[in-house]
């Protein structure tokens, strides 16, 4: 590793600050665990990316990746898209339940009405 | 057999009442169930005020699939033997629903469509441009399921125990007609269309604008290749 730039040190900041947001967020119980762990992930790799400078450009080399920082993007990019296919998954599975909820409602408060009628 | 005729409203309080009326009049030996999804317009305390039905009131709207499934779990959950699917809408017609419920008593499928196709059609006109949309539903679903469907829009159905428990569980919530056709020719259904008299619609508006015509063909395909292409519920190929 050679000397460290200014804008490795904001990297390593960042990616770090970002590490403990999630981890202090299921700490409080604010983000479930199922739902960390591609934030937990992601971010991993972006503290490994920030001082491993040289992986970088061993990975955008490996890709056939001219501009270094352009693999970053790819990166940043994929993790974005696998965590926002992740929100359409968890979205449409709320979306089931709670549509069976709103029916379980309907069909009980009739159950409920019937049975208030007659007593 | 104990059987069930749901009816799905949103915003039929013109119609509703009506319909119950003639359903207890003609079909006294038959239960009603209104499940009212969410209208604004007291659809529901008509029919409750009605009294011949059986009245679900769902907290918000689901949409067209979510009340009918309401319909099925509700048929499940009290041992029904059969279950109707009977539109709001008045484009129904009570008289009609003995010719859907006695194919499915005798056995002859597992689901009955009450289709405007299938004889020459009488008192339906409809645009052109639905036409030419329905032929290619027509073909696409031919496609897909080998099963020759005339009508998938058709909300007009009956369903034997088995076909409705089984959509009790799975119910598409997109376009729930088309897409239910392609389910349960998937998963082996047996499915068969009956001619039935249809009236244009006497209150509320269609769920198709024709201007959206081509719009909602395109999300009706892709749906149901959708639907196509989901793995099979039930895997066994043996005829049931």
């Known amino acids: 590793m050679g000397e460290i730039s200014q804008i490795q040190i904001v990297a390593i900041t960042v990616s770090l600050l970002l590490f403990l947001f999630i981890m202090y967020l299921v700490r409080s119980q604010r983000l479930k665990e199922e739902y960390s762990l591609l934030w937990i992930f992601f971010s991993l790799v972006f503290i490994l990316f920030s001082f491993w400078r040289s992986g970088l450009d061993y990975i955008s080399d490996f890709l056939g990746v001219a501009y270094p920082p352009a693999a970053l993007f790819m990166i940043l990019l994929m993790a974005i898209f696998l965590i926002l296919i992740e929100f359409s998954i968890i979205i449409s599975k709320l979306a089931d339940k709670n549509k069976s909820l709103a029916q379980e409602i309907g069909m009980l408060k009739e159950r409920l009405k019937k049975i208030e009628k007659r007593s | ?240």
């Open chain 2, 1 to 240: 057999m104990k059987t069930l005729i749901i009816i799905p409203v949103y915003n039929e309080s013109a119609n509703i009442s009506k319909i119950l009326d003639e359903i207890a009049e003609m079909f006294p030996q038959y239960d009603a169930l209104v499940v009212n999804d969410a209208s604004t317009d007291g659809s529901g305390r008509i029919a409750e005020e009605n009294g011949k039905a059986a009245v679900v009131n769902l907290p918000f709207n689901l949409g067209i699939g979510g009340a009918v499934q309401t319909g099925f779990k509700y048929g499940r959950d009290r041992d029904y033997d059969i279950a109707l699917q009977f539109d709001g809408d008045g484009q129904h017609q009570v008289s009609e629903i003995k010719k859907l419920v006695s194919v499915i008593e005798e056995g002859g499928a597992d689901v009955v469509i009450g289709s405007r196709f299938n004889e020459k059609t009488v008192g339906f006109t409809t645009h052109t441009l639905r036409r030419i949309g329905i032929r290619i539903f027509q073909g696409f679903s031919y496609l897909m399921i080998g099963q020759k469907i005339t009508d998938h829009t058709s909300g007009f159905r009956a369903y034997n125990r088995r076909s409705f428990c089984f959509l009790a569980n799975h119910y598409p919530t997109d376009f729930p007609e088309p897409e239910v056709v392609i389910l349960l020719g998937r998963n082996h259904f047996v499915i068969k269309e009956v001619f039935t008299q249809m009236l244009r619609r006497q209150g509320g508006v269609s769920s198709i604008p024709l201007a959206k015509g081509p719009y909602y063909m395109i999300k009706v395909m892709l749906a149901m290749f959708m639907a196509s292409i989901r793995s099979r519920i039930i895997t066994d190929n043996k005829k049931l």
